[in-house]
């Protein structure tokens, strides 16, 4: 019922804008004509309603009818011209008739002397009136085609955004499948037993991970089950070579993230990091909340002679492109090496799942 509320809210300013030109033009009246006010205003006001209503219909319908770049111009501006002029002509028929009304009626307060000069003027009134609507109406008529155009732009801007984000998203479980299966297929000769309990975690992996394919964000607590669950399954092939870490803190848990964002980063620390060192080493994974920014880092050991395009790879990439379509100019992804150990850091705004489900109960 808003939108009732609104046209009841919008017909009312518009009569009386039309009121108030009454007014007007009932003060006019009387200082051509000599006129008793009381009287001038009852000449004045009514026929000004009429109008404003007829006009102001003719006026919407005829701008809709020929809209600006459709048609020539000079066409578009003779219709509207005669159009004036054929409302001014009825609006002076109105006024005469309502006046002769008036001064039937014989009442003292009704009724005035309607001179040539005060018809002239009256005729000159409704055409710029009329004139003034149709501008009113072109104006309105445009800015409507723009927010509209505008709105298209922003509808196909969102669509296409989403659907980059879907395809990264379909990359990130081929991807890390792949690699899975490279990882049973290694441990079948090696570990039939560490073969066989990788490869039902592997499964109960992709069950948690297809649960939450459908929802854009998750928060940080349901991503970091999902990335010891990866882990878990690493944790067999690698044994006692891998050892992990988590730091998280407790405000950044809350926080909402595009599922499978940090899995990636972990899987690249795994092969391209902590997999090349025989003696294995360390993966951290640590989150803390900085006021509006949520920070994410997974960093790991290296071997120091690793070359440098080892490091990089499909997962990193793959993040950042994701954020980049999520979080327009509102992330980061930086990486950087300390020592003999490389990070990849994370940087986001932090929304709370709290907060957006009220913003969306709203």
């Known amino acids: 019922m808003s939108w009732l509320t609104r046209a009841r809210r919008g017909a009312l300013l518009y009569l009386l804008a039309w009121l108030i030109v009454g007014a007007v033009l009932g003060g006019m009246c009387a200082i051509v ?20 209503v007829a006009a102001g219909f003719s006026a919407y319908y005829l701008c809709r009818a020929n809209p600006l770049g459709a048609r020539p111009l000079a066409l578009v501006v003779l219709a509207l011209c ?8 009825m609006w002076l028929a109105v006024l005469g008739g309502w006046n002769e009304l008036c001064l039937a009626a014989g009442v003292r307060w009704a009724g005035i002397v309607q001179t040539p000069l005060l018809s002239a003027l009256l005729f000159a009134l409704g055409t710029l009136l009329y004139g003034l609507l149709a501008a009113i109406n072109y104006l309105a008529i445009e800015s409507g085609r723009a927010r509209n155009a505008e709105r298209r732009e922003l509808e196909s801007k969102l669509m296409a955004q989403d659907a980059e984000l879907r395809m990264l998203r379909t990359q990130v479980d081929p991807h890390f499948l792949f690699n899975s299966l ?3 297929s290694a441990l079948t000769s090696q570990d039939p037993k560490g073969a066989r309990e990788m490869t039902l975690r592997l499964a109960g992996f992709f069950r948690r991970s297809m649960g939450m394919a459908g929802h854009p964000r998750i928060t940080l607590a349901q991503e970091m089950d999902l990335v010891r669950d990866f882990l878990a399954i690493e944790k067999v092939r690698f044994g006692e070579r891998l050892v992990t870490e988590e730091a998280l803190e407790k405000g950044a848990l809350d926080c909402l993230v595009p599922p499978m964002i940090i899995q990636p980063l972990v899987e690249n620390a795994i092969k391209h990091g902590i997999g090349q060192l025989t003696d294995g080493g360390l993966l951290l994974v640590a989150a803390w909340r900085d006021g509006a920014r949520l920070s994410i880092t997974v960093s790991n050991a290296i071997d120091p002679e690793m070359p440098e395009t080892r490091r990089s790879g499909t997962g990193l990439a793959n993040v950042r492109q994701r954020l980049a379509c999520a979080y327009p100019n509102e992330s980061t992804l930086e990486w950087k090496r300390e020592g003999e150990t490389f990070s990849v850091e994370i940087r986001l705004p932090a929304q709370a799942a709290t907060t957006e489900a009220n913003d969306s109960g709203a």
């Open 33 to 52: 004509t000599s006129a008793p006010p009381a009287n001038a205003l009852l000449f004045a006001i009514p026929g000004t309603l009429v109008y404003g």
């Open 182 to 184: 490279n990882s049973v």
């Open 82 to 89: 005669t159009a004036a002029v054929l409302a001014a002509f």
